[in-house]
Nanobody
Framework: QVQLVESGGDLVQPGGSLRLSCAAS????????MAWWRQPPGKQRELVAS???????DYTDSVKGRFTISRDSAKNTVYLQMNSLIPEDTALYYC???????????????WGQGTQVTVSS
C-alpha cells in the first residue's frame, strides 16, 4: 500500500527554521511530481510549493525566498526547508503526490496525514 508520511512539524519562534519531510513508501516518489500544501486554522488548504519530476520548483508568492522544496530520490523523500518563519505560516502541512504521467505537478489523490507547524513567541 502506498503511503506518504510527513514529519518535522513543531512549535518555533518567529524568524526560526524548520525542515519538513515527506517519506513515500510503496512507490518511488521520483516517478512523480510532488507538492507541499498547508491549511491554516479556519482556512482552506493552499498549495505552498511543488517540484516536477525533473526537479523544477515553484512556490506561492508568500513563501518565495523563504521556503525551499527538494527531493532525495535515494531516500524516497521530499523536503520543505522553511526559513524566516512568520506567524502566518502556522498551519497543518501536507504533502501530495502528483498525477502519474505528468512531468509537472498536477494535484493527485494521495495525501499524507499532515504535520503541524506553529510559529509563535
Amino acid at each position: 500500500q502506498v503511503q506518504l508520511v510527513e514529519s518535522g512539524g513543531d512549535l518555533v519562534q518567529p524568524g526560526g527554521s524548520l525542515r519538513l519531510s515527506c517519506a513515500a513508501s510503496g512507490s518511488a516518489s521520483s516517478l512523480y511530481a510532488m507538492a507541499w500544501w498547508r491549511q491554516p486554522p479556519g482556512k482552506q488548504r493552499e498549495l505552498v510549493a511543488s517540484i516536477s519530476k525533473g526537479g523544477i520548483t515553484d512556490y506561492t508568492d508568500s513563501v518565495k525566498g523563504r521556503f525551499t522544496i527538494s527531493r532525495d530520490s535515494a531516500k524516497n523523500t521530499v523536503y520543505l526547508q522553511m526559513n524566516s518563519l512568520i506567524p502566518e505560516d502556522t498551519a497543518l502541512y501536507y504533502c501530495n503526490r502528483g498525477l502519474p504521467f505528468y512531468s509537472t505537478y498536477r494535484q493527485g489523490n494521495l495525501w499524507g496525514q499532515g504535520t503541524q507547524v506553529t510559529v509563535s513567541s
